[in-house]
């Protein structure tokens, strides 16, 4: 077992605040009437779990539903939270996206990967931010959560300098020093120094770091699986908790957090997506896929790898580009799943013509044809097998400009 030096670190790393000036307000009425939105609003979307999509700017969580509007000052639509697989903030596709919303993702760092410290738990938590002491205490500091105690046994990896890579633990603890060295073996502990008991040819020693010196580590504790809600805020953080709720007075609040407390509250202007169940919510970004040429083998020897969009995406759904003709294909998690997707030309493009095949195994489910003049097509499927197969078919004018997005991509599995 892992355990904690309880010495005085004199490491604190400076956390740059995300200030937005997106707002949303309501008021409560009299009798059972929903309440009636006023003031700004943000927009989102509610997705049940019969896979329809529910507009709500403004929105509203209590403990039994969740309300969205149509428009500010429209018609309030309410969906039991028992029904809800999620909501995600923001413009539905690329081509909708408004200028301001583009900035307020820029001004987050949203739109490229992560740089600043955080530390990621084994259950999927990312919660950036810096480290400090309280007392003898080496403590992870947060903007929304309470000081964390640094369990060792509960955590996936943690960067420590800005911008520092972070290492993939492969069979052992990885640690990475600020000068670009690197140290494999058992992290024991954390505190003035890291200390670690490192692996060599000649057998093992303990070795101990000031922590100043350490720029990022991994750990191989294996994966949890993600529970309950969860919710990601602009800046990269993705909290859990028992529950979430929003009220009147412009605060997302996160009942009892999985990493302690009884409540975090977080202004609704850095919302950006929430999982109701995270066991049945799955990114298909973060799925692997296989890739081969399908029927266009003949004239393509080799197809580019699918690419996933760096930064912060509600849902962690980030957006996957497909440069077909070509066929990926998908292992689910378990057999009877659902595919939710939106797919799009690149928000840059006005070619490309060719016909999006949806196959589950290898029976043909949905086809859909995608092209200048029907950019964005959204698709919801069922499927019976554990194997999900998405193949670019040309068209007439052949293989040129023809990519697909896939934005909001994500798989349901089945309930138990």
């Known amino acids: 077992m ?100 583009r900035f307020i993702r820029k001004r987050a760092g949203d ?59 492969g069979d052992v603890d990885e640690v990475i020093l600020a ?69 009147d007075d412009g605060y997302v609040r996160i009942e009892r957090p999985v990493l302690g407390g009884d409540m975090a509250e977080v202004p609704i202007d850095f919302l950006r997506g929430v999982v109701f169940d995270a066991e049945l919510v799955i990114p298909l970004a973060a799925l692997p896929v296989k890739i081969d040429a399908g029927d266009a083998g003949l004239i393509r020897p080799w197809i580019p790898e699918p690419t996933v969009s760096p930064g912060n995406w509600p849902i962690d759904a980030a957006p996957i580009r497909l440069d077909g003709p070509l066929r990926a294909t998908w292992r689910l998690p378990a057999a009877g799943c659902r595919l939710c997707a939106t797919i799009e030309l690149p928000l840059d493009s006005t070619r490309g013509s060719f016909d999006l095949v949806v196959r589950d195994d290898q029976q043909e489910i949905r086809r859909v044809s995608i092209n200048a003049s029907n950019p964005v097509e959204r698709i919801t499927v069922p499927l019976t097998s554990d194997r999900l197969t998405i193949e670019i078919e040309m068209g007439d004018d052949g293989p040129f400009m023809d990519v697909a997005m896939l934005r909001e991509a994500i798989i349901i599995r089945p309930r138990s």
């Open 2 to 101: 892992r355990h904690i030096d309880h010495a005085p670190t004199p490491l604190t790393l400076a956390m740059v605040s995300v200030v937005l000036t997106m707002g949303v307000g309501v008021h409560g009425q009299d009798g059972d009437h929903p309440p009636t939105p006023v003031g700004g609003s943000i927009p989102a979307r509610m997705l049940d779990q019969d896979l329809q999509e529910h507009p709500a700017d403004p929105i509203v969580i209590d403990a039994t539903k969740v309300i969205g509007w149509d428009h500010p000052g429209g018609i309030p639509a309410a969906v039991p939270i028992d029904s809800m697989l999620t909501v995600i903030v923001g413009p539905a596709t690329a081509r909708s996206s408004t200028p301001e919303w």
């Open 179 to 247: 000068n670009g060295d690197r140290l494999r073996g058992l992290i024991e502990s954390i505190g003035i120094n890291l200390v670690i008991e490192r692996m060599n040819e000649s057998g093992s020693s303990l070795v101990s770091i000031p922590i100043d010196r350490v720029a990022s580590f991994a750990l191989v504790n294996p994966d949890d699986v993600p529970r309950g809600m969860n919710a990601w805020f602009l800046g990269g953080h993705r909290i859990a908790g028992a529950g979430i709720r929003i009220g």
């Open 111 to 169: 739109d490229a990967a992560l740089r600043g410290p955080y530390i990621r738990f084994v259950d999927g938590q990312l919660i950036p931010g810096n480290l400090t002491t309280n007392g003898p205490m080496p403590l992870w500091r947060s903007a929304w959560l309470h000081d964390l105690p640094i369990d060792l046994d509960r955590i996936s990896a943690m960067r420590l300098i800005d911008g520092a890579e972070v290492p993939q633990a």
